[in-house]
């Protein structure tokens, strides 16, 4: 009860600030204009989310094989992209489960199913916090040594929690809840625990993170003009946003928490106009990319695989 009332708050909140917002600004938002080559940047900002999706899509297939779960790639990017646009249902754990059948199905253990897809999300939330820390003194004024003392003990906390003894731990307590819930006492966990750091994962949703940002950074460019200066700024907002977008309940695929973090964080270095355009055009173009994954995946499988 209390979970719900607090996604209806979280919920009621963002869009009273994104109301509010676009309240205040409508007038300098529908003055905004969109020449040729700004739609041509839209384009390429579709195409480089795309393609940020299906190397998280080829990043989920390394997270699988670092738990000896040796998978065909390209037939594993084609169930992440199709489950992707899943996520936008309520309860936000639909693209999930549909990634633990399709594994299953494709002779995966169903303990090392369940856990690739947690870890996922973990490797996700924490290169994000990882450029979110290394960047987040262009989101202040000024950094302190107080303040880089507290990035760097989080980094450290991070980097610790993907430890291969702290997650085995973790998943070792969840085997035996499982083996307890079970109708039998016979029933055998999956050996599912991971050998090794998974630092190869961990780079790869580093470079996924940074294609996302890459693509919000051109929906930007498309209305306004940026300095390379300004880079740091924008990865490092983009990042905490993605972040909270990722983590707060309520908000599937981080609808709504994603836009008003963004413009909380951009509207000072930024008119709001223009991040307000930028917000809402990059949610569209986020849709479009995983429409096309999707679709061109399903649309592959029926032609060529059947």
Not at 12 to 36: C, M, P, R, Y
Not at 241 to 263: D, K, M, N, Q, S
Request: overall charge positive.
């Amino acid at each position: 009860m209390i979970k719900k009332i607090l996604r209806w708050l979280i919920l009621g909140g963002t869009l009273f600030f994104l109301v509010k917002a676009f309240k205040d600004n409508w007038q300098e938002v529908a003055s905004i204009h969109i020449d040729a080559a700004g739609w041509a940047i839209l384009a390429i900002a579709t195409g480089v989310t795309l393609l940020a999706h299906t190397w998280a899509g080829w990043v989920w297939t390394w997270v699988l094989r670092e738990l000896n779960q040796p998978v065909h790639s390209f037939e594993f990017i084609q169930v992440y992209l199709k489950t992707n646009l899943a996520k936008y249902i309520p309860g936000n754990i639909w693209h999930y489960y549909g990634r633990i059948i399709a594994a299953k199905n494709a002779n995966v253990s169903t303990g090392a199913a369940t856990l690739s897809v947690l870890l996922e999300p973990l490797l996700m939330a924490a290169a994000a916090l990882i450029v979110v820390l290394l960047s987040s003194q262009f989101l202040t004024e000024k950094t302190t040594i107080i303040i880089l003392i507290v990035q760097l003990l989080g980094l450290l906390g991070v980097l610790c929690v993907l430890h291969p003894k702290f997650l085995n731990r973790a998943t070792h307590l969840l085997q035996r809840i499982k083996v307890k819930k079970s109708a039998s006492n016979t029933v055998q966990a999956d050996p599912w625990s991971i050998e090794r750091y998974p630092l190869r994962p961990l780079l790869g949703e580093l470079g996924f993170l940074g294609l996302r940002s890459a693509g919000f950074m051109l929906t930007l460019l498309s209305l306004s003009p940026l300095n390379f200066s300004q880079i740091p700024l924008l990865l490092g907002a983009f990042s905490f946003a993605w972040l909270l977008g990722l983590v707060v309940p309520g908000a599937p695929g981080g609808l709504g928490v994603f836009e008003a973090t963004a413009i909380a964080l951009l509207q000072q270095h930024f008119p709001t106009a223009v991040v307000l355009g930028a917000t809402g055009l990059y949610r569209l173009v986020s849709i479009l990319a995983e429409t096309a994954g999707a679709g061109l995946s399903w649309l592959d499988e029926r032609l060529f695989q059947s």
